[in-house]
């Protein structure tokens, strides 16, 4: 119930690409589902956020899709970067607390 | 404006040694979190506070220990180390309001040997 599943482990994009990662959650009282980027050696930086009450989110070059029903929300980036390499969870929160899910690690290749 | 600092970036202990993972904010944020991160798993949270004085446990807090006596700071205490609590140990911050963000610390790595 506390889970949020992601997917896919790893993944590889062209410059120019598009990426989807995508999370899946159980609890229907999250109320709140960050995605960060995280380099390596460094923390974890927020960079898009959405609300269950919404179902698209969009921010430059990066989209989240959310799907209530499914329970299930996604990060696409459009136009990949060799920048963009990096890992990226995604999370939920209920109540203060966040749940992450395991991580993915892009790799956009120049 | 330094955000999260997280002292020391990295340490070797050895088992049944104790240390404390120093975290501190400058943004005046009311909510503070520690985290540990394990290789291809995420981050899964140790404690949090949601103000000076008040701590709480989150999904793996055995074996650690949290004190907030200011605002500021949210140190984190080892008390008997062991090779299960090699990992990468995040702290974090927040206002705790709707949408606000997590700011995090860049980490202490810590290796039990």
């Known amino acids: 119930q506390q889970q949020v599943k992601q997917s896919p482990q790893s993944l590889i994009v062209q410059k120019g690409g598009i990426s989807i990662i995508n999370c899946a959650y159980e609890?229907?009282?999250?109320?709140?589902f960050p995605w960060y980027q995280q380099f390596p050696g460094k923390g974890p930086a927020l960079l898009i956020a959405?609300?269950?009450?919404?179902s698209e989110k969009k921010e430059g070059r990066f989209t989240i899709s959310f799907n209530k029903s499914a329970k299930q929300f996604s990060l696409h980036i459009m136009d990949s970067q060799p920048g963009d390499s990096a890992t990226y969870f995604c999370?939920?929160?209920?109540?203060?607390?966040?749940?992450f899910g395991t991580g993915t690690r892009l790799k956009v290749l120049a | 404006n330094a955000g999260v600092t997280q002292t020391p970036k990295f340490r070797i202990l050895k088992i049944g040694q104790s240390m404390t993972l120093q975290c501190t904010q400058d943004?005046?944020?009311?909510?503070m979190y520690w985290y540990r991160q394990d290789p291809g798993m995420g981050l899964k949270l140790i404690y949090y506070?949601?103000?000076?004085?008040?701590?709480d446990k989150g999904e793996v807090p055995n074996g650690y220990n949290v004190s907030r006596s200011t605002t500021e700071d949210f140190p984190l205490r080892l008390e008997l180390a062991a090779p299960s609590q090699t990992s990468v140990y995040f702290c974090?911050?927040?206002?705790?309001?709707?949408?606000?963000?997590?700011?995090f610390g860049d980490g202490t790595r810590l290796s039990i040997l």
């Open positions: 999370a939920a929160r209920k109540t203060l607390k966040y749940i």
């Open positions: 506070s949601v103000g000076a004085g008040i701590t």
């Open positions: 974090a911050s927040s206002y705790g309001r709707s949408n606000q963000p997590q700011h």
């Open positions: 943004m005046n944020h009311n909510y």
């Open positions: 959405i609300r269950p009450d919404v």
């Open positions: 609890n229907t009282a999250f109320d709140y």
